[in-house]
């Protein structure tokens, strides 16, 4: 150990000796005017260099910059899409969808257009379709009609009464005859396959539930449209008369409620909830919405 410990000492020594003659050298190289010309060629190549360093010592100081603003930066945006997700998330499924110029110009273009050939059609119906005259009463005809079976004044409003009575009674009867259409449960197939992000924490037992409730306000609406008029009383004919005006050229045949249906004739909470579970319903095809003035028409599938 000891010996090891000399011949490291011995080394490190001989280092010292050794840089020491080198210093001396150099000493001597400068007062030789012959190495004049590399000393100083020497020097401006150590000043350049210096003068590089100085420049990549900036550069990296500005790029430090740049890296310190791109991570600021990416860290906003990052903050800005988790904030844009969780709005997207908590957009209320009842607001009304936003159309594009492109769909709305495409609509309306379609619509312009088959206006157009519906009057073209019916203009060249009109032009082709020969009008039809009534033949004039022969006197042999004239002379075979009997008597009794000449029309008088009576007659004539006795049958228009009846022909009255039994369109009334047809229309009633087709009206009471017609089955109110009602929503399907949902089965356990179609609840697995809904997505998770319309789904949530929601429960199969929580939807049939409003389906249920939304069944039973179409079944109390359509009963009191059922009814005659004589046999309502006040309240319910203001009601008749409210659901009448709700209804539009879109709704015809069709059975639907409103919100005000859904509060007045069950005891649902039309809170977030509740609308969660109707896109769910829209997602399954029970029910879809018709919007017009200012009104939600929710119509069984």
């Known amino acids: 150990m000891a010996s090891s410990r000399l011949e490291?000492?011995?080394i490190h020594i001989d280092k010292k000796i050794a840089n020491i003659k080198k210093c001396l050298l150099f000493r001597d190289i400068?007062?030789?005017?012959?190495?004049?010309?590399?000393?100083r060629k020497m020097h401006n190549e150590v000043i350049c260099?210096?003068?590089?360093?100085?420049k990549m010592e900036k550069e990296v100081k500005e790029q430090e910059k740049l890296n310190y603003s791109l991570q600021e930066i990416r860290k906003t945006a990052e903050r800005n899409q988790k904030t844009a997700q969780h709005l997207l998330e908590l957009i209320p499924c009842h607001l009304p969808k936003i159309q594009s110029c492109n769909t709305m110009?495409?609509?309306k273009w379609k619509g312009e257009t088959e206006e157009a050939f519906t009057k073209k059609e019916k203009k060249a119906a009109k032009e082709k379709k020969p009008i039809k005259e009534a033949a004039l009463i022969t006197k042999e005809e004239s002379e075979n009609v009997p008597v009794n079976t000449m029309p008088t004044e009576k007659?004539?409003?006795e049958t228009e009464k009846a022909v009255e009575l039994s369109t009334k009674k047809e229309k009633k009867a087709a009206k009471e005859k017609k089955p109110i259409k009602e929503a399907a449960l949902i089965t356990k197939e179609e609840f697995e396959s809904i997505p998770v992000y319309l789904k949530g924490r929601i429960k199969h037992d929580e939807i049939n539930a409003v389906v249920q409730d939304i069944n039973k306000a179409?079944?109390?609406?359509?009963?009191i449209l059922c009814q005659p008029l004589k046999s309502m009383t006040a309240p319910v004919r203001s009601l008749y008369h409210r659901f009448i005006e709700g209804e539009t050229k879109d709704t015809r045949e069709l059975f639907f409620v409103v919100e005000e249906d859904i509060k007045m004739f069950t005891q649902l909470k039309l809170d977030r909830r509740f609308y969660n579970i109707l896109c769910i319903l829209r997602h399954c095809r029970r029910v879809r919405e018709i919007r017009s003035s200012g009104l939600i028409r929710y119509v069984i599938c």
């Not at 007062?31 to 000393?39: A, E, F, G, R």
């Not at 260099?49 to 100085?54: A, K, M, Q």
């Not at 179409?218 to 009963?223: F, I, T």
């Open 8 to 10: 490291d000492l011995a």
């Open 155 to 157: 007659c004539k409003g």
């Open 30 to 39: 400068g007062k030789n005017d012959s190495w004049k010309p590399v000393i």
């Open 218 to 223: 179409m079944l109390a609406k359509y009963k």
């Open 105 to 107: 110009l495409a609509v």
């Open 49 to 54: 260099v210096h003068d590089l360093l100085h």
